[in-house]
């Protein structure tokens, strides 16, 4: 009996693999900031009431819901059936990372925003109803400024809390699809976690925050760089211990297609260099530059576009 292997593709007849492309590391990325913002307005805010601190601090949490709306847009351009979007929130399931996702993405919105709220001032809250045209509303905005003021240290743990899941999901969210060796490990949910927090400082430093905050913000920065730093050596050295697909997994990293721009965008320019800058800052008490988090900023989605990218190589 003679065996014929023939080797062929037919787009019209074989199935083929849906390939991620620029929509899913631009969701994650995005997701990865609004978890970072969550969390360090959270933080650099404790201890202190909902209306102290600088303006732009205070209205951080307001940008969260708009930051992770976009990525969902980017998100559900990705989908093939954008029509039955709506079926993931229709049930919970305890086994589905991407379940798991679906409902953080909601509570995200009511925290965050709820949190925002806590921080504006009368003056700033009606100032903003009469830009958006919107009036007094029946004093319900206000109401709810009131009570979110008073309930600011359970809205903080909300926030934490949230934003370090929707950190982790981001991450998991790759690390669950054992089928790709550059995406089984799970270091990826740590990895994307810290990146997210060093990405949320990196926005929060780009608005004149005051000295205090700044400081806070870049020490955070700084230590989530470190580890950050520590995590990629790690799961280098996981992949290149592992079975025979998990080494050819991190040859794309030490010596293959992806050798250059990873070490070059993701761990020199969007690590090595900006935790440098920012050592310096905080050292001899340097005035502080927009390249620095900009650079942090690209290296964070340097990181989750190169990962996605090699994972289906």
């Not at 292997?5 to 991620?20: E, K, L, N, S, Y």
């Not at 997701?31 to 202190?48: E, F, N, P, Y």
């Not at 969260?64 to 969902?72: D, N, R, T, W, Y």
């Not at 090595?272 to 310096?280: G, I, K």
């Amino acid at each position: 009996m003679n065996e014929v292997v023939i080797q062929r593709f037919t787009a019209h007849v074989d199935a083929g693999h849906h390939v991620w492309e620029w929509m899913v590391p631009v969701y994650l990325f995005l997701g990865g900031i609004t978890a970072g913002v969550m969390v360090l307005s959270a933080l650099v805010g404790w201890g202190r009431s909902a209306d102290q601190g600088s303006r732009w601090l205070r209205w951080a949490p307001l940008a969260a819901p708009i930051i992770i709306s976009v990525g969902m847009g980017c998100l559900f351009l990705d989908l093939s059936n954008k029509l039955r979007v709506y079926r993931f929130f229709l049930s919970f399931q305890p086994l589905s990372p991407m379940s798991w996702g679906t409902w953080v993405l909601v509570g995200v919105y009511p925290a965050s925003l709820a949190l925002g709220l806590a921080g504006l001032t009368r003056t700033e809250l009606t100032t903003l109803l009469e830009r958006l045209s919107m009036g007094t509303l029946g004093g319900f905005p206000e109401r709810a400024r009131a009570w979110a003021a008073a309930t600011v240290g359970p809205l903080r743990w909300a926030n934490l809390g949230l934003g370090v899941v929707l950190g982790v999901y981001t991450g998991v969210l790759l690390s669950t699809l054992g089928a790709r060796a550059l995406w089984s490990s799970a270091l990826l949910g740590p990895l994307f976690l810290a990146s997210g927090l060093s990405a949320g400082a990196a926005f929060m430093m780009l608005f004149p925050v005051n000295h205090r905050e700044h400081s806070l913000l870049l020490r955070w920065d700084i230590g989530a760089i470190v580890v950050e730093l520590v995590l990629i050596g790690l799961y280098l050295v996981g992949l290149s211990s592992g079975g025979q697909g998990a080494r050819a997994a991190a040859q794309l990293f030490l010596g293959g297609d992806f050798t250059a721009p990873f070490w070059a965008l993701v761990v020199f320019l969007g690590l090595a260099v900006p935790l440098l800058m920012e050592s310096a800052e905080l050292r001899r008490g340097l005035r502080p530059v927009a390249i620095t988090s900009v650079l942090v900023l690209a290296g964070s989605l340097s990181l989750r576009w190169i990962l996605v990218l090699a994972g289906q190589a």
